[in-house]
């Protein structure tokens, strides 16, 4: 899948990010956060995160062939156990 075209945009919780699905099977894809915050709201954040609101967090499993081992993430939530990736 290419381009926000394939998707549909819902606006949740503050209204100033769209949840992205695929417009044909419905799985959630990204975060569109393109609209951004209201100018009140950026100014309450730290100038250091600015450009990750202007970002697409994806739905990494949405990616056919992604190779976890390969994206490094060493990071684990509690209950999980090394050498095992829950997605």
Not at 8 to 18: E, H, N, P, Q, V
Not at 40 to 46: E, G, W
């Amino acid at each position: 899948m290419t381009g926000t075209e394939n998707t549909t945009a819902y606006f949740m919780g503050d209204k100033w990010i769209a949840h992205r699905f695929c417009k044909k099977c419905g799985t959630p894809v990204c975060l569109d956060t393109q609209t951004g915050p209201p100018a009140h709201v950026l100014a309450k954040i730290p100038e250091f995160y600015h450009p990750r609101l202007k970002a697409y967090p994806t739905n990494l499993r949405v990616i056919n062939g992604l190779d976890w081992e390969k994206l490094g993430i060493n990071v684990l939530a509690p209950g999980q156990e090394i050498g095992r990736a829950h997605v």
